[in-house]
Nanobody, 130 residues
Framework: EVQLVESGGGLVQAGGSLRLSCAAS????????IGWFRQAPGKEREGVSC???????????YYADSVKGRFTISSDNAKNTVYLQMNSLKPEDTAVYYC????????????????????WGQGTQVTVSS
């Protein structure tokens, strides 16, 4: 059974940093694309970042324009964990952040319908105060 468990959310002031973690189990880590999505109250879920071939051998990454230069995605294949380092946080980054995994890079990286993604974590709340 595929399991994704997020952690690391919290309350931070604007300009601060947080690191989210997504611990994965129940599947071959290297075969999947892992991504982060977020959903703010009253808004559609949106793709934030993704990483392909998490073993790092072919590690392509993607970032939404709104987070480029501020967020960094990385993976530790020894721990089956993907991280999202979030720097220079803004109030508009406030949302529930979800980890997602699928073999379809288009869906996980935000290029196609995210409803097709097979596995999601439970979400972790990030709140950025002004």
């Amino acid at each position: 059974e595929v399991q994704l468990v997020e952690s690391g959310g919290g309350l931070v002031q604007a300009g601060g940093s947080l690191r989210l973690s997504c611990a994965a189990s129940g599947f071959t880590f290297d075969d999947y694309v892992i991504g982060w999505f977020r959903q703010a109250p009253g808004k559609e879920r949106e793709g934030v970042s993704c990483i392909s071939s998490p073993d790092g051998s072919n590690g392509g990454t993607y970032y939404a324009d709104s987070v480029k230069g501020r967020f960094t995605i990385s993976s530790d294949n020894a721990k089956n964990t993907v991280y999202l380092q979030m720097n220079s946080l803004k109030p508009e980054d406030t949302a529930v952040y979800y980890c997602a995994a699928d073999k379809d890079p288009l869906a996980v990286c935000g290029y196609s319908d995210y409803n097709s993604i097979g596995s999601w974590g439970q979400g972790t709340q990030v709140t950025v105060s002004s």
